[in-house]
């Protein structure tokens, strides 16, 4: 199976079916404590099993809270990669995030970092773009980073944007952009 690392077009897909396999597995696990209580007689050994069960939920329960919040979300179109795959030679592009904040989650197709701001293009119609870019303003702050952010919803705005930008070699390099896209990786689950 190919390795697809945060950030990469067909991340979320990947994602979705490794973390379902863990959630399976770890069930699989759970439900097999729980019935090998009938092969034993002992009642020590019908306690210990039961409480292995128990205690074998919450990691389990740890990969399954996750994969919830994000099932929803799916791999933008390859169309659309390819319209976006355009442009990264002109600046960085991240593909397939799915933010989470304390107050929001965010699920970005496709996020622009750029020296002028970030850029995020989400499919999400329901999303409070105003809360959303308020809290990733915060963290950037609280990064020291003092990055514009924009969530654009309309794909036709989205590629007008991108579109209007000016590559990113004609900025002065001041590391902000690395930094600002290994944090959107960290954010992103």
Known sequence: MKKYDKGQY?????????ETGKVAFGAAMIIVQLAARNFVDSTAWKNILTVMAILSVLPTANVASPLLAGWRYKTPSEDFHRRVAGYEGRFSILYDLI????????????????P???????????LDTAKAEKCLKEIF??????SG???ILDEK???HRLESLKPAE????????DYTLRLLKNLSM
Do not use: M, Q, W
């Open 170 to 177: 004609e900025y002065e390099d001041d590391g902000s952009v």
């Open 10 to 18: 067909g991340y979320r897909n990947h994602h979705k079916k490794a």
């Open 157 to 159: 705005a989205f590629f």
């Open 99 to 114: 933010i989470t904040t304390r107050d929001t989650i965010i699920p970005a197709d496709a996020a622009i970092v750029h």
């Open 116 to 126: 002028g701001g970030v850029f995020l293009y989400c499919t999400a119609p329901k």
């Open 141 to 146: 702050a609280g990064h020291k980073l003092d």
């Open 149 to 151: 952010v924009k969530i």
